[in-house]
């Protein structure tokens, strides 16, 4: 397979719905041209738990996470458990679901994050993220991006 899974930074200017800056989409635009390979924009939430830890440990691990990868958009995190939303450009779900999978365990060491483990995952293609906020399902209100306090 070979495919090479990357991270994508959010573009200067449009809005997305949550304070993100629009991406570019490879393709025609919707993410399911013919080029077999067109990358599609994928909303993840990633949320992770564990034993509690002190709270400046946790945010500057988190804020190292996101320096480290500015692709993360925003994190919101307690003594105990964080949740981290981004969009990833990956070919398909299964391709965005495996890098958002191993992105806490990576980086656990460099960014001296907490032992924590990943207790749920959510990858959700563009449209339906969308959906979701035009219909007042979306996610909770956002922070602006970065890192804060539940």
Do not use: C
Not at 44 to 58: I, M, N, Q, R
Not at 69 to 77: G, M, N, Q, V
């Amino acid at each position: 397979m070979g495919r090479a899974l990357t991270s994508v930074r959010t573009g200067e200017g449009g809005d997305d719905g949550e304070g993100y800056g629009q991406a570019h989409e490879a393709g025609n635009g919707d993410g399911n041209g013919d080029d077999g390979d067109a990358s599609r924009l994928w909303h993840v939430t990633l949320s992770v738990s564990g034993k509690p830890a002190p709270l400046p440990e946790v945010r500057r691990g988190l804020e190292q996470l996101a320096h480290d990868h500015p692709f993360l958009l925003t994190s919101r995190y307690a003594r105990d458990h964080a949740e981290i939303r981004y969009w990833e450009e990956a070919r398909d779900l299964h391709d965005a679901a495996a890098v958002a999978l191993r992105l806490w365990g990576e980086h656990r060491s460099s960014a001296q994050l907490p032992p924590w483990e990943i207790v749920g995952l959510e990858v959700i293609d563009r449209a339906t993220y969308h959906l979701r906020v035009a219909e007042g399902y979306g996610p909770p209100p956002a922070h602006p991006v970065g890192v804060h306090p539940y």
